[in-house]
């Protein structure tokens, strides 16, 4: 079996700050780990992936997600908040058990403040 | 095509009635998923279809969820006896292959269902 558990529903931060959003993971296999990206009215859009290669993962627009095993966390961070990042965020995690499915967490809703 | 896609973008139903999702994958993609989000919650899987091997149906919530996919092109998706909490925006993601996590999924924008 497989899980996400992303750890804030909502997370506010004021332009030019760091972004921090937590997420940890659960799977019997080696995982495969993904954050996506949720804006209003607009389909998902996959920010990075981590697919057992290095465990320090950078995507698009600056974000990059660090994959701990010991922690069994994979918390996706940015130096610098932008006002255009303000969308939901869901941690995802797949392995062989659900066909490579991808099992979504609840989501994590980013407010940037000016 | 250019992305996958999906029809009709939105559908509203009466309790009872019978409903079909269409969804386009992309050219190529042998690995093709349905996903229901509920307001205000993440991706729920419901099934899964690789190549022509027999689908992985054990998300789908209930026998009113059936799906079908014609070889590697379109799939749809057929709520019978609608209910309301079938309410959600139903997602399709394709794929290169399920055999791997490495491929990334393509998500389609949707179509909201609502049942009234």
Redesign the interface.
Known sequence: AQSVTQLDSHVSVSEGTPVLLRCNYSSSYS??LFWYVQHPNK??Q?LL?Y?SAATLVKGINGFEAEFKKSETSFHLTKPSAHMSDAAEY?CVV???S??????????TSLLVTP | GAGVSQSPSNKVTEKGKDVELRCDPISGHT?L?W?RQRL??????LI?F?GNSAP?K??LPSDRFSAERTGESVSTLTIQRTQQEDSAVY?C?SSFS????????F????TRLTVL
């Open positions: 995982p495969s389909g998902l996959l992936k697919t869901f797949s392995d062989p659900s066909g490579y499915a991808l099992n979504f967490g609840k989501g | 690995a998923y996903y205000g919650q993440g991706l729920e899987f899964y690789q992985d054990s998300g997602l993601a399920g055999t791997s996590g490495i491929h990334e999924q998500f389609g924008p949707g």
